[in-house]
C-alpha cells in the first residue's frame, strides 16, 4: 500500500512540472503569487493550531517567494519601485507576525497577496484582450519563469532553494504591465 502512496506522489510532482512546463511567464507569475499566499495560510493555521515549527517553515516559505520576487525586479520599469515597497512591507508584516505569533498580521499579508494576485491576474486579462495574445519579450525565456515557479513547486514539497539560474522570471512580467500602461 505504501508503493501506491509513494506512485501517487510521484505523479501528482510530474503533473505539476508539466503544468509549469507548459504555462506562459504571466501564468508563472501568478502561481508565485498564488504559493506565496498559500503558505501564509498555511502559516495562520499552523499559528491557530500551536504548531509552531510548521507556522514557521510555513513563513520561511512565503518570505522566499517575496525574496525572489525583490531579486528580480527589473528596475527599468517605474512599477518596479511601488512593487519593490509592496513586497519589503508584506516581509515585515510576516516578520512580526512569525515573532509574536499573530493572526491578525498574516491576515493582513495573506490579504494583500491575494490582492496582488488578482491584479495581476485582471492585468493578464487585459493584456490579452488589448493584444489579442500573448507578446513575447526579447531577454526573458519561458525558462526563466519555470525555474521561479519550479522554486515554489520545490518550497510546497520543503526541498527547494533559490538558484541563480531562475533569476529574470519576473521581468517579462513587468515589462507587460509596463506595456499596458504606456500603450506599447
Same mark, same amino acid.
Given at each position: 500500500m505504501m508503493n501506491a502512496y509513494a506512485n501517487a506522489g510521484r505523479?501528482? $510532482?510530474a503533473y505539476k512540472n508539466q503544468q509549469v512546463n507548459n504555462a506562459?511567464?504571466?501564468q @508563472?507569475?501568478?502561481?508565485?503569487?498564488s504559493g506565496a499566499a498559500r503558505f501564509v495560510a498555511e502559516n495562520i493555521k499552523a499559528v491557530e493550531e500551536g504548531r509552531y515549527d510548521d507556522s514557521h517553515k510555513a513563513h520561511l516559505r512565503a518570505q522566499d517567494i517575496l525574496l525572489y520576487l525583490i531579486d528580480t525586479l527589473d528596475t527599468?520599469?517605474? =512599477?518596479?519601485?511601488n512593487l519593490f515597497q509592496l513586497y519589503d512591507y508584506i516581509i515585515f508584516r510576516l516578520?512580526? $507576525?512569525? @515573532?509574536?505569533?499573530d493572526v491578525g498580521q498574516l491576515t493582513e499579508a495573506k490579504e494583500?497577496? =491575494?490582492e496582488l494576485r488578482d491584479a495581476w491576474c485582471e492585468a493578464m486579462k487585459t493584456a490579452q484582450t488589448e493584444k489579442g495574445a500573448r507578446a513575447s519579450t526579447p531577454g526573458v525565456t519561458k525558462e526563466d519563469h519555470a525555474g521561479a515557479v519550479k522554486l515554489t513547486l520545490a518550497s510546497m514539497a520543503g526541498d527547494g532553494e533559490m538558484t541563480a539560474e531562475q533569476s529574470g522570471a519576473v521581468k517579462l512580467s513587468l515589462q507587460s504591465v509596463d506595456n499596458l500602461t504606456t500603450g506599447k
Open positions: 505523479h501528482a $510532482a506562459g511567464p504571466e @508563472l507569475t501568478l502561481m508565485l503569487y527599468q520599469y517605474d =512599477i518596479s519601485q516578520n512580526e $507576525a512569525n @515573532l509574536k505569533k494583500m497577496l =491575494i
